[in-house]
């Protein structure tokens, strides 16, 4: 039986700051975010999306009434969650009215959260294949303001249904994935920015990935020439170029260009959002398939995902024959387009003014309220959610 990918949505905030301006502010050279970086613009998110309301917004594209009746689980994959103990899973539950008779748990290990979920859907639909699997990856990549990690921030969400017989990839069961625990990215309970080992960290993914890609190579007899693309996990577009070239010197010409055309494909949404650490992989697996229309039916997809502490998978789909016909290209293009931009200024108004800790009530400031959901505040220490 085939299980995969049946419907993909992504959802990012309204608002974005251009990082060739934040690095003028920051006293930093342009081209360091550009080039050396890799990323364009930055999604900002207001106060008022979180990623129970990123998630909502993502997935509330793909909900028919036939959806809704065949849901199993609910996964949500995430290292931006709102509470210690209640998943976000269950608001997404109750914001989208889904119905009782299902799971709805979250996931977490740092970005890697979001292909756990997709695994456990995937072996799910195995045992059940009349069932739906509706799977989240939602983060707010959150460093600081002046700090070295501030260029690799970003806000969102993708959504994904995982069914039998999907319509747009299978996800083949070749997976290679491996588990070390070290610290090269981790935050604190107590606080909402991460910690990055910067150097380290992505020294570490790309240890993980050549030590992932050589067992793939030998255990599943596949080389590079039998795939159509290759995605990352992006934390931002160099860290997967530089993945990327530790596969080249191993292709034939025409693979390698292949490749490397694909993989800038796999980029475009990542330059202007960001990094959204669980969703960062199936933001750049639909930026590829919006962006290049001459994949095929039958094209084999390579997948990486890494997630800081670390666990790393690389794994791969085939795009099913209608694939083309259940993407969102120009409402994805129009999303972006549609964005404000905020001066620095600007956005470091909105980066600063976010729900306390302590239990002071707190209200989100309407002027920034975006998609259908939206976090209101946080009234007696409870999330006070509406659909507008
Ligand atoms: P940095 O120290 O500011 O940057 O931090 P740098 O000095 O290393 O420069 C970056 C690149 O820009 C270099 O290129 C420079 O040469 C180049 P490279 O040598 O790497 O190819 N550069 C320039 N290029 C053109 N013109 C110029 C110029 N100047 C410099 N004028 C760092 C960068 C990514 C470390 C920092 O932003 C950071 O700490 N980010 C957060 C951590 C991170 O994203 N790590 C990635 C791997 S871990 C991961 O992916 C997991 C994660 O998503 C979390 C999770 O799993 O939950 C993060």
Same mark, same amino acid.
């Given at each position: 039986m085939k299980i995969g990918i049946d419907a993909i949505a992504m959802d990012t905030p309204d608002f974005y700051v251009d990082l060739v301006k934040l690095a003028q502010v920051r006293g930093d050279d342009p081209d360091k975010y550009t080039? #050396?970086? #890799? =990323? $364009?613009e930055q999604a900002v998110p207001p106060s008022s999306q979180d990623i129970v309301t990123m998630g909502a917004n993502a997935a509330t594209k793909l909900l028919t009434p036939a959806i809704r009746a065949s849901l199993g689980m609910v996964l949500v994959g995430t290292e931006? &969650?709102? $509470?210690a103990s209640k998943s976000s899973a269950l608001f997404i539950h109750d914001l989208l009215a889904l119905p009782e008779w299902v799971r709805a748990v979250e996931l977490k290990e740092a970005c890697y959260g979001g292909t756990a979920a997709l695994m456990m859907a995937r072996d799910y639909i195995a045992a059940h294949p009349d069932k739906t699997v509706l799977v989240i990856a939602a983060d707010i990549a959150r460093y600081g303001? @002046?700090? @070295? &990690?501030e260029v690799t921030q970003g806000a969102g969400a993708v959504a994904m249904l995982i069914k039998a017989?999907?319509?747009?990839m299978t996800i083949e069961d070749d997976s290679v994935y491996r588990s070390e625990s070290i610290d090269d990215f981790w935050r604190p309970v107590y606080q909402d920015t991460a910690i990055a080992q910067g150097k380290y960290s992505t020294e570490q993914y790309l240890a993980f990935f050549q030590a992932i890609w050589s067992r793939y190579q030998t255990q599943r007899h596949h080389t590079a020439s039998d795939f159509a693309a290759m995605t990352f996990h992006l934390p931002y577009t160099k860290m997967g170029k530089k993945a990327l070239k530790l596969v080249l010197?191993?292709?034939d010409e025409a693979t390698g260009e292949r490749l490397q055309r694909r993989f800038e494909a796999s980029t475009r949404y990542c330059r202007r959002v960001g990094n959204i650490y669980t969703g960062s992989l199936y933001l750049g697996l639909l930026s590829l398939l919006d962006n290049d229309t001459s994949l095929k039916a039958g094209d084999r997809i390579g997948l990486f995902s890494y997630g800081s502490g670390a666990v790393a998978e690389f794994f791969s789909g085939i795009l099913q024959? $209608?694939? @083309? @016909? =259940?993407?969102h290209a120009a409402n994805h293009a129009k999303m972006l387009a549609d964005r404000q931009e905020l001066t620095v200024p600007e956005y470091e108004a909105v980066f600063s003014d976010k729900v306390p800790y302590d239990p002071e009530d707190y209200r989100s400031d309407p002027t920034y309220y975006h998609g259908q959901f939206v976090l209101t505040g946080v009234i007696g220490q409870e999330r006070q959610y509406q659909q507008r």
């Open positions: 080039i #050396g970086i #890799g =990323q $364009d931006s &969650g709102v $509470d303001l @002046a700090t @070295a &990690g017989e999907p319509h747009i010197p191993d292709t024959p $209608d694939f @083309a @016909a =259940q993407l």
